[in-house]
């Protein structure tokens, strides 16, 4: 097994303690970093498409980002200054009177899983927290999650208040929570609906793909 | 007979740890409240409470004084004083309620949407006329019928309005909650007269792990105040954000809802409280929370034996639902294990009548055939006498059968014991001739048919007009100071 072939078992599988030192092996091997990444990158690739196709668990894929992170920390200070090391940026929270997080959190974490750099703003975050938020970090995606039909009503708001502060057009708008649907997605005017964090991720990766 | 049948999960050594270790939770770590008025008045009572971090810890001595403050017999009030609820039953059996929250209405039409005003209204006309159906949660009118700050109260008013039976409070915001309450008030007569016979409780929630936010704890600071009962409520969903494990999640709930427990009986010793422990679980490969995963309804038996064998307070859990979206093989299959699982546990309260898709849709269909598998559950628990009457021994030991002419059908003992059997109300129980010439009728054909049935009758409870007009007032106030 060659030393990069090495590094993507072991990302594939999981093992987080092991692929630092396979990454350096690699990388005292001549491997360049970047090809080292790629490498990961492909492995990581391999691993949604079994988690797509019901034949991973999500502990598992977790594991294999985790994984994964272990090796770029390696890698990083190597790579060409400013070479970006994920695909985007998304920022993800609660909207502001609901402070359901476990949704929430599950899309932070299959969002870095395919290698989207997330901004989590917590829960119960009002609309001037996210436009603040979207100056700051310049994220290509928002996501807002609620739980609560009181609180859903909340992402209509936020919405509305993008557009009067003059971000709407900079970011596309994912939203998602239990009693959310593609119809009130449509009515509320948002990019994009999510039924589960996997399908957030999915829909992310695409569209940071496409620009 | 025993008498009732009843199964443990848990042997004394197992109940003795996991009393132990929920007690050393709440001692070692405590939990985090969201309520300095609460916080200082725990302080009072001699928690140990730090402000700061809006933590509180308390007592072996405060947890043993809380227990025996609980109060073992109570009633919760029914507002058509017909089915009031003794606690614990007289007859040994479950109490059953309605699901709580559920956004979504699967109508008889098959259309499922977002609760209609109109169809709440239904759900109370369907609910009073079920047997086995002994109280009410509210469903989560949508905010697009009704303003959004306000879902709970808008639709409390259609509860006080149109059901007969106890009603179960989920509030959705803290200042709601004052206007709830004296909504209770108005439709109970007076604050005195609901004290005395509540026809309301509550739900106040924890947020894992031992959370408290300032709605919930508010929730709490003014039913205790107020004397209202509480049936206090943990949502763990396993391996999210409690163990993985159900037992993990059996713990983490019990220790929340044990604190509430705590907290409600030093603010007000005496409070009828109702230990609910809600469990759910993370599915491991689509992250969808579940209902009905088999090890979680193990882990709802655990949780009631905690608190009913263990302490002697009453407990309630999910004792109906499905993960299903529809009303197929799959929601029946889960809801009616579930419900005979808790029905032979500890559980007083069986809960989630009515309710798909993990308690997110409610359907007055399955709401209907629900009935229909509570009273099968019910006659279950009750297990059966072992003695010479029941095995008929008079005419066995007679030889009764040796002569020709005798028939059982006709005997002395069937004519005593011929009504005993459990008759469903809306099975099949006749062969293919009937079936044919009856329409070749499914149980949900039958379920629609009571449907019509019930909501064709003319005859339903409605609150009293003076006492509506006083709901009326406070809702008008409500509306006024909550909605934006």
């Given at each position: 097994?060659?030393?990069?072939?090495?590094?993507?078992?072991l990302?594939?599988?999981?093992?987080?303690?092991m692929?630092?030192?396979?990454?350096?092996?690699?990388?005292?091997?001549?491997?360049?970093?970047?090809?080292?990444?790629?490498?990961?990158?492909?492995?990581?690739?391999?691993?949604?498409?079994?988690?797509?196709?019901?034949?991973?668990?999500?502990?598992?894929?977790?594991?294999?980002?985790?994984?994964?992170?272990?090796?770029l920390?390696?890698?990083?200070?190597?790579?060409?200054?400013?070479?970006?090391?994920?695909?985007?940026?998304?920022?993800?929270?609660?909207?502001?009177?609901?402070?359901?997080?476990i949704?929430?959190?599950?899309?932070?974490?299959?969002?870095?899983?395919?290698?989207?750099?997330?901004?989590?703003?917590?829960?119960?975050?009002?609309?001037?927290?996210?436009?603040?938020?979207?100056?700051?970090?310049?994220?290509?995606?928002?996501?807002?999650?609620?739980?609560?039909?009181?609180?859903?009503?909340?992402?209509?708001?936020?919405?509305?208040?993008?557009?009067?502060?003059?971000?709407?057009?900079?970011?596309?708008?994912l939203?998602?929570?239990?009693?959310?649907?593609?119809?009130?997605?449509?009515?509320?005017?948002?990019?994009?609906?999510?039924?589960?964090?996997?399908?957030?991720?999915?829909?992310?990766?695409?569209?940071?793909?496409?620009? | 007979?025993?008498?009732?049948?009843?199964?443990?999960?848990?042997?004394?050594?197992?109940?003795?740890?996991?009393?132990?270790?929920?007690?050393?939770?709440?001692?070692?770590?405590?939990?985090?409240?969201?309520?300095?008025?609460?916080?200082?008045?725990?302080?009072?009572?001699?928690?140990?409470?730090?402000?700061?971090?809006?933590?509180?810890?308390?007592?072996?001595?405060?947890?043993?004084?809380?227990?025996?403050?609980?109060?073992?017999?109570?009633?919760?009030?029914?507002?058509?004083?017909?089915?009031?609820?003794?606690?614990?039953?007289?007859?040994?059996?479950?109490?059953?309620?309605?699901?709580?929250?559920?956004?979504?209405?699967?109508?008889?039409?098959?259309?499922?949407?977002?609760?209609?005003?109109?169809?709440?209204?239904?759900?109370?006309?369907?609910?009073?006329?079920?047997?086995?159906?002994?109280?009410v949660?509210?469903?989560?009118?949508?905010?697009?019928?009704?303003?959004?700050?306000?879902?709970?109260?808008?639709?409390?008013?259609?509860?006080?309005?149109?059901?007969?039976?106890?009603?179960?409070?989920?509030?959705?915001?803290s200042?709601?909650?004052?206007?709830?309450?004296?909504m209770?008030?108005?439709?109970?007569?007076?604050?005195?007269?609901?004290?005395?016979?509540?026809?309301?409780?509550?739900?106040?929630?924890?947020?894992?792990?031992?959370?408290f936010?300032?709605?919930d704890a508010?929730?709490?600071?003014?039913?205790a105040?107020?004397?209202?009962?509480?049936q206090?409520?943990?949502?763990?969903?396993?391996?999210?954000?409690?163990?993985?494990?159900?037992?993990?999640?059996?713990?983490?709930?019990?220790?929340?809802?044990?604190?509430?427990?705590?907290?409600?009986?030093?603010?007000h010793?005496?409070?009828?409280?109702?230990?609910?422990?809600?469990?759910?679980?993370?599915?491991?490969?689509?992250?969808?929370?579940?209902?009905?995963?088999?090890?979680?309804?193990?882990a709802?038996?655990?949780?009631?034996?905690?608190?009913?064998?263990?302490?002697?307070?009453?407990?309630?859990?999910?004792?109906?639902?499905?993960?299903?979206?529809?009303?197929?093989?799959?929601n029946?299959?889960?809801r009616?294990?579930?419900?005979?699982?808790?029905?032979?546990?500890?559980?007083?309260?069986?809960?989630?009548?009515?309710?798909?898709?993990?308690?997110?849709?409610?359907?007055?269909?399955?709401?209907?055939?629900?009935?229909?598998?509570?009273?099968?559950?019910?006659?279950?628990?009750?297990?059966?006498?072992?003695?010479?009457?029941?095995?008929?021994?008079?005419?066995?030991?007679?030889?009764l059968?040796?002569?020709?002419?005798?028939?059982?059908?006709?005997?002395a003992?069937?004519?005593?014991?011929?009504?005993?059997?459990?008759?469903?109300?809306?099975?099949?129980?006749?062969?293919?001739?009937?079936?044919?010439?009856?329409?070749?009728?499914?149980?949900?054909?039958?379920?629609?048919?009571?449907?019509?049935?019930?909501?064709?009758?003319?005859?339903?409870?409605?609150l009293?007009?003076?006492?509506?007009?006083?709901?009326?007032?406070?809702?008008?106030?409500?509306?006024?100071?909550?909605?934006?």
């Amino acid at each position: 097994m060659s030393k990069i072939e090495k590094v993507k078992v072991l990302v594939e599988t999981g093992k987080s303690t092991m692929v630092g030192a396979a990454v350096q092996e690699a990388l005292d091997a001549g491997i360049q970093p970047e090809e080292i990444l790629d490498g990961m990158i492909a492995s990581m690739g391999v691993v949604g498409e079994k988690f797509s196709a019901g034949k991973l668990f999500v502990p598992e894929m977790l594991m294999a980002a985790r994984a994964m992170n272990e090796g770029l920390d390696v890698i990083k200070p190597l790579l060409e200054s400013g070479a970006p090391t994920t695909i985007g940026k998304a920022m993800v929270g609660t909207v502001k009177g609901d402070l359901h997080d476990i949704g929430k959190n599950l899309v932070v974490l299959m969002m870095r899983s395919v290698n989207i750099e997330v901004v989590d703003l917590g829960i119960n975050v009002t609309a001037e927290q996210f436009i603040a938020g979207i100056k700051e970090h310049q994220p290509k995606i928002v996501g807002l999650s609620a739980l609560l039909t009181t609180t859903m009503n909340e992402q209509a708001r936020i919405i509305k208040s993008f557009e009067e502060a003059g971000v709407r057009d900079s970011i596309k708008v994912l939203i998602g929570g239990a009693p959310i649907t593609q119809r009130w997605a449509d009515k509320i005017g948002a990019d994009g609906f999510a039924a589960d964090a996997a399908g957030a991720a999915a829909w992310s990766k695409t569209y940071l793909a496409s620009i | 007979m025993k008498k009732r049948i009843k199964y443990n999960v848990m042997i004394d050594s197992e109940l003795s740890f996991f009393k132990g270790e929920i007690e050393r939770l709440l001692i070692e770590r405590g939990v985090h409240l969201d309520h300095d008025e609460m916080l200082k008045d725990l302080a009072e009572l001699g928690c140990k409470v730090d402000m700061d971090a809006r933590e509180v810890k308390f007592t072996k001595e405060l947890i043993d004084k809380a227990v025996k403050a609980v109060p073992e017999k109570f009633t919760l009030y029914s507002p058509s004083g017909q089915t009031d609820l003794v606690f614990p039953n007289p007859e040994g059996k479950f109490y059953t309620r309605t699901n709580t929250g559920a956004p979504k209405y699967l109508d008889i039409k098959g259309d499922t949407h977002y609760a209609k005003p109109e169809e709440v209204e239904e759900w109370f006309k369907l609910t009073n006329a079920l047997e086995n159906i002994d109280f009410v949660a509210l469903p989560s009118t949508s905010g697009e019928y009704v303003p959004g700050d306000a879902v709970d109260v808008y639709t409390l008013e259609k509860a006080l309005k149109y059901s007969a039976k106890h009603i179960w409070i989920q509030p959705y915001e803290s200042a709601n909650v004052k206007y709830l309450i004296d909504m209770s008030v108005a439709a109970a007569g007076g604050l005195e007269e609901l004290q005395k016979k509540p026809i309301v409780s509550f739900i106040a929630c924890s947020v894992p792990c031992l959370k408290f936010t300032h709605m919930d704890a508010e929730i709490m600071y003014q039913c205790a105040k107020a004397g209202i009962p509480v049936q206090p409520c943990s949502l763990p969903t396993a391996g999210a954000n409690v163990p993985v494990t159900a037992q993990g999640t059996a713990f983490v709930a019990c220790a929340e809802v044990m604190a509430m427990i705590v907290m409600l009986e030093l603010l007000h010793p005496g409070l009828p409280v109702i230990a609910t422990p809600l469990l759910f679980s993370m599915d491991m490969m689509t992250t969808y929370t579940l209902q009905a995963n088999t090890e979680i309804t193990i882990a709802r038996s655990i949780a009631m034996e905690l608190f009913e064998n263990g302490y002697n307070i009453r407990a309630h859990s999910y004792g109906s639902g499905s993960d299903s979206l529809t009303l197929d093989a799959q929601n029946f299959i889960e809801r009616t294990s579930l419900t005979d699982s808790m029905a032979l546990s500890a559980a007083s309260v069986l809960g989630g009548a009515g309710q798909l898709e993990t308690a997110k849709t409610n359907s007055p269909i399955q709401l209907i055939i629900d009935n229909e598998i509570f009273g099968i559950a019910q006659r279950l628990r009750r297990g059966l006498d072992i003695d010479a009457e029941a095995i008929n021994s008079e005419e066995i030991f007679a030889c009764l059968d040796q002569d020709p002419s005798f028939s059982y059908l006709l005997s002395a003992h069937t004519s005593r014991h011929f009504m005993n059997p459990h008759r469903p109300d809306m099975f099949n129980r006749d062969g293919v001739a009937h079936f044919e010439a009856d329409g070749c009728k499914t149980l949900t054909d039958k379920a629609l048919d009571k449907y019509h049935e019930i909501m064709n009758a003319e005859e339903t409870y409605v609150l009293a007009a003076d006492k509506f007009a006083e709901v009326e007032k406070v809702l008008k106030l409500a509306h006024e100071a909550l909605v934006k």
